[in-house]
C-alpha cells in the first residue's frame, strides 16, 4: 500500500534541534526523501538515503531510517528562522521511481 | 545551480476551457515528471515521462490530460476541458537518472473559475 503519515506541525525555539518524523507503510521502498517547500515556492530537495542504509549526515541535517518499523526521521541542529517551511517525506517503491509524499510537517521557527 | 523553469507562475482559466502548463527542465535530465498538489493536501503523483514517451501514470491522469515534449527543451502538461477540481498548484521535475532525487520546478498555480 501507499501512505506516508507526518505529524503537521512543530515548534521549536531558535537554536534548539528539531526532529521531524515520518512513517510509512510500504517495506518495498527504495529510496527515502526529505524535501522543504517554502511559502509559495516550489520543492526543494534536502537530502535522500538509500533503504539499506540506517543514517545519513549532512552538515545540520541527519537522516535516521528504521526500516524494521518503517520509520524516517530528520533533525535539523541549531534550527534557525530561514529553517521555517513546510517539509515533505517521500519515497520511492520497488522499480518505480515515482514519489510517494507524506503530509508534511510544518516546522516554526520562534526567536 | 540548474534549474526547473515553470511559466507561468500562475494561470487563471474559464471552466471548460483547455490550458497548456510549461515547464523547462534542466538540460541534461532524461527523466520527467509532473505531479499536482490541491491546495491543503498532498502532492500528488501524475506522470513519469522518458525517451519520449509515458513511463508511468496514476489514475488521476486520465484522457484530460496529455504530456508533451515537443522539442528538445520544453515539457508539457496539457489539461482538455477544465474543471473546478482541477485547480492546484503544478509542479514539474526532473532528473538525470532515477533513484537519486529530483529537482521541482517552483510550480503553476492553476485556479480555474
Known amino acids: 500500500g501507499e501512505d506516508v503519515e507526518q505529524s503537521l506541525f512543530l515548534s521549536v525555539r531558535e537554536g534548539d534541534s528539531s526532529v521531524i518524523n515520518c512513517t510509512y507503510t510500504d517495506s518495498s521502498s527504495t529510496y527515502l526523501y526529505w524535501y522543504k517547500q517554502e511559502p509559495g515556492a516550489g520543492l526543494q530537495l534536502l537530502t535522500y538515503i538509500f533503504s539499506n542504509m540506517d543514517m545519513k549526515q549532512d552538515q545540520r541535517l541527519t537522516v535516521l531510517l528504521n526500516k524494521k518499523d518503517k520509520h524516517l526521521s530528520l533533525r535539523i541542529a541549531d534550527t534557525q528562522t530561514g529553517d521555517s517551511a513546510i517539509y515533505f517525506c517521500a519515497e520511492t517503491q520497488g522499480n518505480t521511481d515515482k514519489l510517494i509524499f507524506g503530509t508534511g510537517t510544518r516546522l516554526q521557527v520562534f526567536p | ?113
Open chain 2, 1 to 113: 545551480e540548474p534549474e526547473v523553469t515553470q511559466t507561468p507562475s500562475h494561470q487563471v482559466t474559464q471552466m471548460g476551457q483547455e490550458v497548456i502548463l510549461r515547464c523547462v527542465p534542466i538540460s541534461n535530465h532524461l527523466y520527467f515528471y509532473w505531479y499536482r498538489q490541491i491546495l491543503g493536501q498532498k502532492v500528488e503523483f501524475l506522470v513519469s515521462f522518458y525517451n519520449n514517451e509515458i513511463s508511468e501514470k496514476s489514475e488521476i491522469f486520465d484522457d484530460q490530460f496529455s504530456v508533451e515534449r515537443p522539442d528538445g527543451s520544453n515539457f508539457t502538461l496539457k489539461i482538455r476541458s477544465t474543471k473546478l477540481e482541477d485547480s492546484a498548484m503544478y509542479f514539474c521535475a526532473s532528473s538525470v537518472r532515477t533513484g537519486n532525487g529530483y529537482t521541482f520546478g517552483s510550480g503553476t498555480r492553476l485556479t480555474i473559475v
